[in-house]
């Protein structure tokens, strides 16, 4: 097993310009999730889905639109990257939301908004 | 709400000693479950130990055990015999599996571990 793959690993964008961070698992997981990790803040959630065609916000949700049309696929699209956006993503799986599942980390994408 | 705190932004060990991380968490659920991941310089997050809120005994993993102490809603990481390999950042993190927060993974803001010959 792959495990939770993450593509790129690294990105530099302009303002105002789009992209989206993909992100895969080959474990069956229902559970996904983003987190963006700044510097002395942790990680925070950003978006997460329960299941194919599911979806919730986190707690730093704006700027960022998440889908989820297969079980194996994440992908988080920032529409107009901002300087603010400059931070290290991670994608992360759970076989649930069960609070006893651990979540499996990608090993992240750095992002740079110049 | 659900909250996290880490008090110790940076912590010494003399290798081969023990280390306590400390982790206080704050939530009104009665099901909780408490994580620490380890982030090294590489940057990748590996899960080290979970602790559910309805276990009787702490949670061990070769040398890392949790202090859980319920009523102090404390859940800290204990280090046996450190290595210099144990340098790394130290993440407590917090999930709960009822209401509108289900499933989400609550983070502190870390501890940065520093291990010396």
């Known amino acids: 097993n792959a495990g939770v793959t993450q593509t790129p690993k690294f990105q530099v964008l302009k303002t105002g310009q789009s992209m989206t961070l993909q992100c895969a698992q080959d474990m069956n997981h229902e559970y996904m999730s983003w987190y963006r990790q700044d510097p002395g803040m942790g990680l925070r959630l950003i978006h997460y889905?329960?299941?194919?065609?599911?979806?919730d916000q986190g707690e730093v949700p704006n700027g960022y639109n998440v889908s989820r049309s297969t079980t194996e696929d994440f992908p988080l699209r920032l529409l107009s990257a901002a300087p603010s956006q400059t931070s290290v993503y991670f994608c992360?799986?759970?076989?649930?939301?069960?609070?006893?599942?651990?979540?499996?980390f990608g090993p992240g994408t750095r992002l740079t908004v110049l | 709400a659900q909250k996290i705190t880490q008090t110790q932004p940076g912590m010494f060990v003399q290798e081969k000693e023990a280390v306590t991380l400390d982790c206080t968490y704050d939530?009104?659920?009665?099901?909780?479950?408490l994580f620490w991941y380890k982030q090294p310089s590489s940057g990748e997050m590996i899960f080290l130990i979970y602790?559910?809120?309805?276990?009787?005994q702490n949670a061990t993993e070769g040398r890392y055990s949790l202090n859980f102490q319920k009523a102090r809603k404390s859940a800290n990481l204990v280090i046996s015999a450190s290595q210099l390999g144990d340098s790394a950042m130290y993440f407590c993190a917090m999930r709960t599996d009822r209401g509108s927060t289900l499933g989400r993974l609550y983070f502190g803001r870390g501890t940065q571990l520093t291990v010396w010959p």
């Open positions: 939530t009104s659920d009665p099901s909780y479950g």
């Open positions: 602790q559910g809120s309805y276990d009787q």
């Open positions: 889905s329960v299941g194919a065609g599911i979806t």
């Open positions: 992360a799986s759970s076989y649930s939301s069960r609070n006893e599942n651990e979540q499996f």
